[in-house]
């Protein structure tokens, strides 16, 4: 694992096997030209400070590290959380969503592109269009913005125009796929934002490397807390940028035990879950390799967790090779162990977590009961506003 970061991804953005870039030829070139852009002005003296400023005084980095001490006492272990629900915006999503609009700056952009499934990457991406004074357009399929309507709202009154797609499911997928098109008509100024470390070389690169921030500051917080490092570092993997900025401090150290944790949905025997890595085989979506949930002809497969932003078919690459030398433990907490989770932290830490962190909290805690003398880090990836309205009419206050 030495000189991890030097070597991984090459220079064509293989992890192994996973990743690439497979867009047609006209793209290509744009991909190319924004990658050799990230690598000098990400380099730059003037860029570093301009996002260390942004850090801390737009975001209000550093986010903390909370011992939970109640949750501790309940399951055994001492669970630690790098508390990402209380950087601008509520999520992780922020930390490269400003990365990325600061280097459409630096390009000459004038607007950004992006699609959304739950509406977080969006509202992200918008409120980083406004910070820079840029335009910002976010495709949304129509079931998701019946669903998540309050994210839809923040999107327009931050100055975003939200296009509706109506095509095939008319969710994440979909929504892809338009906003895509729409950055294919105009790529001299505009740029595609992707929303985790998946999509074309040099995404999943590009932000691993605006999330690495999250692992920095939590090992340097980690130590002065403890004087040790983390036995287990656990978080939750959708796309998997969360996991990826809190693994890159400790992928070196292999002492340190990685757990990614997935959605299982409502179980292995309904087929309805997002279990990438457990259940996929390797594939193609979106123009890069992974591993997939693919059906017979290697079409995506459709999706389903309690989770939005969990709910995709691929997964990043660097993930997909991490499992497969098994430097990261991949595993899984379904609908239920998560809902359970979400109150619990809320019960006993006074924190409602996003339901997409409640999965990496169930796994904390299980894996804290197993190991009662071991320490778990966990990379509280967001707040639970976004999910109140949905949890309460389902289960109430419990
Ligand atoms: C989007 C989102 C995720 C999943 O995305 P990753 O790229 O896997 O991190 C996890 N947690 C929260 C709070 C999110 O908004």
New binding site residues.
């Given amino acids: 694992m030495r000189e991890y970061f030097k070597t991984q991804p090459d220079e064509h953005g293989n992890f192994g096997q996973y990743g690439g870039s497979f867009l047609p030829p006209a793209i290509q070139a744009e991909m190319e030209k924004i990658t050799d852009a990230y690598y000098s002005i990400s380099k730059s003296h003037e860029f570093i400070s301009e996002l260390r400023s942004i850090r801390k005084h737009f975001q209000g980095r550093p986010t903390p590290v909370y011992f939970a001490r109640r949750l501790s006492d309940e399951y055994g272990g001492r669970i630690y959380l790098k508390r990402e629900d209380l950087n601008h915006t509520g ?3 922020l930390n490269h969503c400003m990365g990325e609009a600061l280097l459409a700056k630096y390009l000459g952009k004038k607007k950004l592109i992006a699609e959304t499934g739950a509406g ?2 969006g509202v992200a991406l918008a409120t980083a269009a406004a910070y820079f004074g840029l335009e910002c357009e976010i495709h949304m399929g129509e079931v998701d913005i019946q669903k998540e309507h309050p994210n839809v709202v923040r999107m327009e009154i931050l100055g975003a125009k939200v296009v509706p797609v109506s095509r095939g499911l008319k969710t994440l997928k979909e929504a892809v796929d338009s906003a895509f098109e729409a950055y294919m008509v105009d790529p001299l100024s505009s740029i595609y934002c992707i ?3 998946v999509g074309p070389h040099p995404f999943p690169m590009m932000v691993r490397e605006f999330q690495r921030v999250v692992g920095i500051e939590a090992k340097e917080q980690f130590f002065e807390m403890t004087g040790e490092q983390p036995d287990n570092v656990v978080a ?8 990826m900025g809190i693994f890159s401090a400790y992928i070196e150290d292999e002492d340190v035990q990685l757990y990614g944790v997935e959605p299982m949905g409502r179980g292995i025997k309904t087929g309805e879950n997002a279990a990438t890595i457990t259940y996929g085989k390797p594939g193609m979506i979106h123009g890069f390799k992974c591993l997939l949930l693919q059906d017979d002809k290697g079409e995506p497969s459709p999706v389903y967790s309690i989770a939005s ?2 709910d995709y078919p691929g997964v990043g690459p660097e993930h997909s090779m991490l499992h497969d030398i098994k430097r990261v433990h991949y595993t899984s907490v379904t609908d239920d162990e998560a809902v359970d989770s979400f109150y619990e932290l809320s019960k006993k830490e006074g924190i409602i977590p ?1 339901l ?2 409640a999965h990496a909290v169930a796994y904390a805690c299980k894996l804290a009961r197993e190991n009662p003398r071991q320490s778990i880090l966990v990379n509280l ?2 707040r639970g506003d976004k999910d109140i309205d949905f949890i309460y009419d389902k289960y109430g206050a419990r």
Wanted: hydrophobic share 25%; proline share 0%.
């Fill in positions: 999520a992780h999503k977080q990457h929303g985790s470390v939750c993997v959708g796309g998997g940028s969360n996991a932003g969990l996003a997409e962190s990836s967001g």
